[in-house]
Each structure stands twice: as C-alpha cells, then as structure tokens.
DNA sequence: TCTGGGGTCCTAGGACCC
DNA sequence: TCTGGGGTCCTAGGACCC
C-alpha cells in the first residue's frame, strides 16, 4: 500500500491569530512576545523581514520595535488554543483520519486519494481553512511524515508554490531534497547539524546518501527512521490519538525577582494546581512530585541557587489539595534563604490511569470526597474562568504574577465577573 | 531594569538479582 | 591467586520537537 500524508502548517500562527481579530494589522509587521513579555515567540512575515529574530529578547529589540511601528502582543494562550480548534476542525472535514501534532500543525492522512488531482485538493483545504478561520497555512504532501515536512517548507518558501507543493515522484523528491539544508531537516538540531556539516552532509539529500550502519552508529535508531522517511520508506505512522503524557509539568518565571518564602510558595502551590488540573484533564493520577527553584542565571550580580526535590506519594493522586501539601513540603525542603528567585515548577511523573490508582491500607486520605471537591471547582473554572476558586495558599495579592502588559482581549472564550472564591 | 514553557525518545552506566 | 554472565530496572544526560 502506498502512503501519503500532507502536513498543514499555519504560517506565523500566533501573529496570524492576533490579526483576525485586527485586519488593519495586515501587511504591518506584528510579534508575539514569551510568558512576562520576555522574548519574541511570534513574528509575521514583515517582522521576520526586519531582521527580528526567533526568541529574541524584547529588550535587545526595543528601538526596532519603536521605530518601526511594530506590533507586540503579550502571548493569549486561550485565544490561540480556541483558533487552533477551529482550524483543527476545519481540516477533520478533509480526511477523518488527522493527527494534531502540535498547536498549529496537522498531519492528514490522504492514503485514499492517490488518484486524485492532489495539487487542486491540497489548495481546496488550504483556500477553506483561510476562508472559514481567517488562518493562512501552508501544506505539504508526500509519501513520508519527514517528506511532508520537506514539502511544508518549500511551500512556504517558494513564492512559485504559494503555500502547496506535492512531493509524490522520485524526480521532484530529490530536487526538494537538494534544495533543503540540512539543519532545516524535522529531526535535525544544532548539534547534528554541526556534526553533519563537519563531514561534508550539507542537504537533506546528501543525508539519503550515507549508509544506514554509519547513521546507526552516530545519530542511534532515531537517524536511521529519518534516513529511511527521506528516502521514501514510510516509518511514521499517524498518531490520531494522543496518548496519556508520560509527566506533566508547569513552571513559570515570576514577573519579578523573590526572596521571600511566602510569595514563592504561593506561586508553586499555584503551579502544583495547574499540574493537578491538567492530570484529571487527562484522567491520570500521579505518584511522583518535584519541586525545584531558580534564581535568575542571567544574573552576574546575584548568588546563584539551583534546588529540586522529588517526593513520592503513599498514593497517586490527582487533587489540587494534596499536590500543593507535597508541593509545600518539598519546597520547604530546598529553600534556602538569601537568594533571589526567579523561577519555580512543579513536575508530576509516574503516571497512572485514574482508575488504576493502587490504594494504601493505611491511607488517611478521604479520596472520595476530594474527587467530590475538585470536581465542583473544575465546574465553576469551566463556567467563570480560570482562577475565581482556588485553594488559600494560592495566594490572593499574587505580587509573583507574570507579566503581560500587550495582551489582546479573549475574543472567541467568555469572560466573567463573578467574586473570586477562596476554599480553605 | 528586561532573557519562555512544555514535552518526547534514546543511550550509557550503575545497582541489583539469580 | 582465581574473580561469570545475563537480565532488568532506574537515573542522568543528551538529543530533538513545537
């Protein structure tokens, strides 16, 4: 049987979100910055045109960004998760079988439609995608993941393609293949494409032609699936079902610098909860929990402090109440006075179905009515909005909240006023 | 002054067991 | 003095992705 996926990538997802909702921004050059405004994460093609570099710290930029009218926004999760839904939704009306890969990328399977004249489809999604979200993408189609993915590129790049390219005969593989670095690979990072360049690999295609025990030996078993995905050998199937994450971690830079336990313990409680909710999101318990603190590494002046502390659990648990108690615990563990802080995370591994969860004789635990509780408060997030109930040790002045000055209205999710709710 | 966050997979090496 | 061999599990670290 023969394969053919087609990835669909939005172009500049981010910025692209931003201007659905401002079209006077069209054609003028727009960035998304990081969490507290920090670095650009986002940059519309105007922008990319100015020379602003991927992750580059808003500072270093400012005068560009003033003297050039560009547009920053701070980054509005809710807004790019509900539009990436919508695109996802939009591109399901194509081919049931679709695998999201990321927030703005898609891989369709098109195994069906061989016979078919693939350019006028692939322009058909693409001109429906923009029409019925107002997101433009580009697609890639070819016989492999790893292809499609060379062919996403080139559709971008080649003014010539506009946004469609069909990899699907051997001639038109290997011109594709020649005309992309190495380092613009899917697969290949800095360091192998360092190493590659050292050895005289340059293309993509120059990689096809290395021999698959000498691949083995330096890049292991992941170059070698690549190796057969760009010669044309299918390896990667279609993930239509995301499986169950493995850990689960939320972390956060304060908008400012802490030395003080208190704040910081509100933040990583506040952290411990957003890990509990992702965990019942996906019905999972975890066993595992770790803590750890930062100061600020950019730093010269300030001492620096690394702490991380793993707890293991009596049992599993996925409840706001007993993952911020652990949490507390292993902070109280690592913190060390006299420093400043400027991150903390909290991370849950070991994971385990939630009807999975090995119970322990000796548990004090009333676990039914924690489930009780936590089901109410996902309830009234759900209906209100994140934050309006929350465990106390969360904290209610939150002077360790992130910044975010630039950020755009939540068009598409309700918004609420109702009373913030504190559950001790 | 200001520098993101959240994941995956693979391998090597040590501990431990029989 | 001689000092096995194979298997599993765990962890740390390194590579990559968006």
């Not at 920053?72 to 999201?100: H, K, W």
């Not at 098109?110 to 995608?129: H, P, Q």
């Not at 189609?141 to 069909?166: C, D, E, I, Q």
């Not at 005969?169 to 360091?191: C, F, M, R, S």
Request: glycine share 6%.
């Amino acid at each position: 049987m023969t394969t053919l996926f087609a990835l669909c990538d939005c172009n500049n997802f981010y910025a692209s979100c931003e201007r659905v909702f401002k079209p006077a921004l069209n054609g003028k050059p727009v960035v998304v910055l990081s969490n507290n405004d920090g670095c650009v994460i986002a940059r519309s093609n105007e922008a990319k045109a100015l020379g602003i570099q991927m992750g580059e710290p808003l500072f270093k930029i400012r005068n560009l960004v003033d003297n050039r009218h560009v547009h920053a926004f701070s980054s509005n999760y809710v807004l790019y998760g509900d539009m990436s839904d919508r695109v996802m939704q939009c591109l399901s009306r194509f081919t049931p079988n679709i695998e999201i890969y990321s927030i703005d990328e898609c891989f369709l399977d098109l195994g069906d439609f061989y016979s078919k004249d693939l350019n006028a489809y692939a322009r058909e999604i693409k001109e429906t995608v923009h029409q019925w979200t107002g997101i433009p993408v580009s697609l890639g189609v070819a016989p492999t993941k790893a292809l499609a993915k060379v062919a996403n590129k080139l559709a971008k790049k080649s003014k010539k393609a506009n946004g469609v390219l069909v990899l699907t005969t051997p001639y038109h593989i290997q011109k594709a293949l020649e005309a992309t670095n190495i380092e613009d690979v899917w697969g290949i990072g800095g360091q192998y494409a360092n190493f590659l360049k050292k050895r005289n690999i340059h293309t993509a295609y120059d990689f096809t032609q290395l021999s698959e025990n000498w691949v083995r030996q330096h890049m292991t078993v992941v170059g070698v699936r690549l190796l057969k995905e760009l010669r044309g050998e299918s390896c990667l199937e279609l993930e239509e079902v995301a499986p169950p994450k493995k850990g689960i971690c939320t972390s956060r830079s304060f908008g400012k610098k802490l030395n003080n336990f208190e704040e910081v313990q509100e933040a990583t409680a506040t952290y411990a909860a957003k890990c509990a909710k992702k965990l019942r999101k996906q019905k999972s318990c975890a066993r595992l929990i770790t803590v750890f603190v930062n100061t600020n590494w950019f730093s010269e002046r300030d001492s620096q402090y690394h702490g991380s502390k793993t707890i293991c659990l009596p049992v599993a648990t996925n409840s706001d109440i007993e993952l911020i108690h652990y949490a507390n615990i292993a902070l109280k563990a690592i913190y060390r006075d006299g420093y400043w802080y400027k991150k903390s995370g909290v991370m849950v591994t070991d994971i385990v179905p939630e009807n999975q969860v090995q119970l322990d004789l000796l548990d004090t635990v009333d676990r039914g009515k924690h489930a009780k509780l936590m089901e109410v408060i996902d309830g009234l997030t759900d209906r209100f909005g994140r934050g309006k109930v929350s465990v106390a040790t969360q904290g209610v002045d939150k002077a360790w909240l992130l910044r975010s000055d630039m950020k755009s209205p939540c068009y598409t999710t309700r918004l609420s006023e109702i009373q913030t709710v504190y559950v001790r």
